[in-house]
């Protein structure tokens, strides 16, 4: 199980950081890019899109695998919306045409 252990700056969301570079323990790359996106999606951040994390050790002698997110302007949200609305047009077309093809049998 993937777990975040260090969120740099610590103080982030008092400071209302634009950007967080973060720690997670995790076994693999796959989990810690799963982690970093739950981190990411549930404060408002996005994952930088980066395939593979960097991995460090610590001084604790831990290694971990570390990311970064930045924070989602309105701008971004909103693009992201108009995405959702359109893959949302395009699922209703879809449906659409299996219904008609179905009647018309």
Do not use: H
């Not at 570079?21 to 990411?40: F, K, M, R, S």
């Not at 593979?52 to 971990?64: C, K, N, Q, S, Y």
Request: one cysteine or more; a neutral charge; proline letters at 2%.
């Amino acid at each position: 199980m993937a777990r975040i252990t260090n969120i740099d700056p610590s103080d982030w969301d008092k400071a209302k950081a634009n950007v967080v570079q973060l720690d997670v323990d995790a076994p693999n790359n796959v989990e810690a890019v799963e982690a970093l996106e739950d981190w990411a999606a549930a404060n408002g951040f996005a994952r930088v899109r980066e395939n593979f994390l960097r991995v460090v050790v610590r001084a604790d002698g831990t290694r971990v695998f570390r990311g970064a997110c930045y924070r989602l302007t309105a701008e971004e949200t909103n693009a992201v919306r108009f995405e959702l609305d359109a893959i949302a047009n395009r699922a209703k077309k879809i449906a659409g045409i299996g219904q008609a093809s179905k009647s018309a049998s």
